[in-house]
């Protein structure tokens, strides 16, 4: 086969395993063979999305270059060891936070793409970085020439790095959502109002720190004026949520270390 990746297969039904068969299906040169799942209901609705078959975990599957593992960090290792493979068969899973180890012996890798997912949320790779891994020199480099086909941003990256870039990107998207939910909350509980007056706010917020050279350059706020007077005041009015209060003070301190 040498690098020449052109029948994948995608295993799982969750929203990874969705938006690389969309991607897959839709890119040129290479072919989704198709979906296999536990999921029936999901992997079925995923694969006739994608205009290919789907087939139950456990039955056979078809003969593809490629097997992408998109499924929860805690089965990885339980499906590989599932399956029954040719030898250059390819076989890799999609998580930030598992060891390529986990894939057990033979051509394995990780096919890491740096973005969140949700179902039904069309998400387009071809500006998505993607963070790949291989267990030797010709498995790399055959899913770099992949990558390569569904976006321009492709990287080498092993478990290590991987692991900082997941945690990076848990800050920057898991976390800031979080806040998100903790403002939205805040704002209706005491005012009655709606999430969408915060939506401005969140879209310059957002499109300021994507143009900056760095986010601390657009840095605002009381925290970054040194402005303790606000900043104690705010503290006081979460008095009732100490917890939300504690965050507060040390966002705050983070930011104000920063100026």
Same mark, same amino acid.
């Given at each position: 086969?040498?690098?020449?990746?052109?029948?994948?297969?995608?295993?799982?039904?969750?929203?990874?395993?969705? @938006?690389?068969?969309?991607?897959?299906?839709? @890119?040129?040169?290479?072919?989704?063979?198709?979906?296999?799942?536990?999921?029936?209901?999901?992997?079925?609705?995923?694969?006739?999305?994608?205009?290919?078959?789907?087939?139950?975990?456990?039955?056979?599957?078809?003969?593809?270059?490629?097997?992408?593992?998109?499924?929860?960090?805690?089965?990885?290792?339980?499906?590989?060891?599932?399956?029954?493979?040719?030898?250059?068969?390819?076989?890799?899973?999609?998580?930030?936070?598992?060891?390529?180890?986990?894939?057990?012996?033979?051509?394995?890798?990780?096919?890491?793409?740096?973005? &969140?997912? &949700?179902?039904?949320?069309?998400?387009?790779?071809?500006?998505?970085?993607?963070?790949?891994?291989?267990?030797?020199?010709? &498995?790399?480099?055959?899913?770099?020439?992949?990558?390569?086909?569904?976006?321009?941003?492709?990287?080498?990256?092993?478990?290590?790095?991987?692991?900082?870039?997941?945690?990076?990107?848990?800050?920057?998207?898991?976390?800031?959502? @979080?806040?998100?939910?903790?403002?939205?909350?805040?704002?209706?509980?005491?005012?009655?109002?709606?999430?969408?007056?915060?939506?401005?706010?969140?879209?310059?917020?957002?499109?300021?720190?994507?143009?900056?050279?760095?986010?601390?350059?657009?840095? &605002?706020?009381?925290?970054?004026?040194?402005?303790?007077?606000?900043?104690?005041?705010?503290?006081?009015?979460?008095?009732?949520?100490?917890?939300?209060?504690?965050?507060?003070?040390?966002?705050?301190?983070?930011?104000?270390?920063?100026?």
């Amino acid at each position: 086969m040498g690098n020449d990746i052109r029948r994948i297969t995608v295993i799982g039904s969750g929203n990874v395993a969705e @938006a690389l068969a969309l991607n897959i299906a839709g @890119a040129w040169g290479v072919e989704l063979v198709e979906v296999v799942a536990r999921n029936a209901e999901r992997g079925e609705a995923i694969a006739m999305a994608a205009g290919c078959d789907f087939v139950e975990m456990g039955d056979e599957v078809a003969q593809a270059d490629l097997y992408i593992i998109a499924v929860s960090d805690r089965a990885v290792a339980e499906v590989a060891e599932a399956l029954e493979l040719g030898e250059e068969a390819i076989v890799v899973h999609t998580a930030g936070s598992v060891e390529l180890s986990a894939l057990g012996k033979g051509r394995r890798g990780v096919f890491y793409p740096f973005q &969140t997912f &949700t179902a039904g949320r069309a998400i387009d790779l071809s500006d998505v970085p993607i963070f790949i891994e291989g267990s030797d020199e010709a &498995t790399t480099a055959a899913l770099e020439s992949f990558a390569e086909q569904l976006s321009s941003k492709v990287y080498r990256a092993d478990s290590h790095r991987r692991r900082e870039i997941h945690l990076s990107g848990v800050w920057a998207c898991n976390f800031v959502n @979080a806040l998100y939910g903790v403002a939205a909350d805040v704002l209706h509980e005491r005012e009655g109002l709606s999430f969408e007056v915060l939506q401005p706010l969140i879209l310059e917020t957002a499109h300021k720190a994507a143009e900056a050279v760095h986010p601390a350059a657009v840095q &605002t706020g009381p925290a970054r004026r040194g402005d303790s007077e606000v900043m104690a005041r705010h503290e006081a009015m979460l008095t009732d949520k100490p917890e939300l209060q504690e965050i507060y003070r040390l966002i705050s301190e983070e930011i104000y270390k920063k100026r």
